[in-house]
Nanobody, 127 residues
């Protein structure tokens, strides 16, 4: 069982930055692909970014390319999402999800592919 906990959310102004963290407890994270998803009020949850187990491969939704960066530190059992140049439309609850994939370097962007989910952290972008 993998337990995921997200931290780092908050209230920021447009143009600001945040770094979200997804920490794993209960099992090593290093063999899992991880995805970040977000859900805005009144909207369906959407894919944001994903990273393969080693960090070799990453993939982003078009709306965040060039602004968000996903990375991981397997020694610390953590995955990060750096959010730069935030916009009001980035306001949402951000959740991380994990899927054991080792040794494949595939990444996944469908919710149904992931078996483990965190509770999420709120990101609010407002002036």
């Amino acid at each position: 069982q993998v337990q995921l906990v997200e931290t780092g959310g908050g209230l920021v102004q447009p143009g600001d930055s945040l770094r979200l963290s997804c920490a794993a407890a209960g099992r090593t994270f290093s063999t899992y692909a991880v995805g970040w998803f977000r859900q805005a009020p009144g909207k369906e949850r959407e894919f944001v970014a994903t990273i393969s187990w080693s960090g070799m491969n990453t993939y982003y939704v078009d709306s965040v390319k060039g602004r968000f960066t996903i990375s991981r530190d397997n020694a610390k059992n953590a995955v990060y999402l750096q959010l730069n140049t935030l916009k009001p439309e980035d306001t949402a609850v951000y959740c991380c999800a994990a899927k054991r994939t080792f040794p494949s370097e595939r990444y996944y962007y469908r919710e149904a592919d992931y078996g483990y989910w965190g509770q999420g952290t709120q990101v609010t972008v407002s002036s």
